[in-house]
């Protein structure tokens, strides 16, 4: 049983994560609101059932495997989006997936209420998009 509900995460993952996949229309002004809308139904799926969450994503051996998966499913939405010109191309699509992929497992080891999930991925999307740098 514990492997056919592993299975059926890992199914529902991947849909989740191809459904986040920018329309290359998406407007300016909504690339941060799309990626915050992304970490934050990512982080809401992990939320669901932690102790799945826990076997499949984030503990070893299963969580490593699960994870390799979701970086390369964010990799392709990355690569899409490089490749209509919405996100940098200057940076492997890989590279920014494993960044991406690794917020998430950071907050998903500490379980939060609703709000503070909305929160953490606001601030997710910011620094993912925006960097961590202040400019003047």
């Not at 920018?22 to 982080?43: C, G, H, I, T, Y």
Request: net charge negative.
């Amino acid at each position: 049983m514990p492997e056919s509900n592993n299975a059926v995460f890992r199914d529902r993952l991947t849909v989740l994560a191809r459904s986040l996949r920018m329309a290359p229309q998406v407007a300016e002004n909504q690339v941060l609101d799309r990626m915050a809308l992304s970490f934050r139904k990512l982080l809401n799926f992990f939320a669901e059932d932690e102790v799945l969450t826990q076997r499949v994503f984030l503990l070893p051996p299963e969580g490593t495997e699960t994870q390799a998966m979701l970086i390369r499913l964010v990799a392709e939405n990355i690569t899409f989006s490089q490749q209509d010109k919405l996100f940098r191309d200057d940076i492997p699509a890989a590279l920014l997936a494993q960044c991406f992929t690794g917020m998430l497992v950071q907050l998903a080891h500490q379980p939060a209420e609703p709000a503070q999930r909305h929160q953490d991925s606001l601030a997710c999307a910011k620094l993912f998009c925006e960097g961590i740098w202040v400019r003047e």
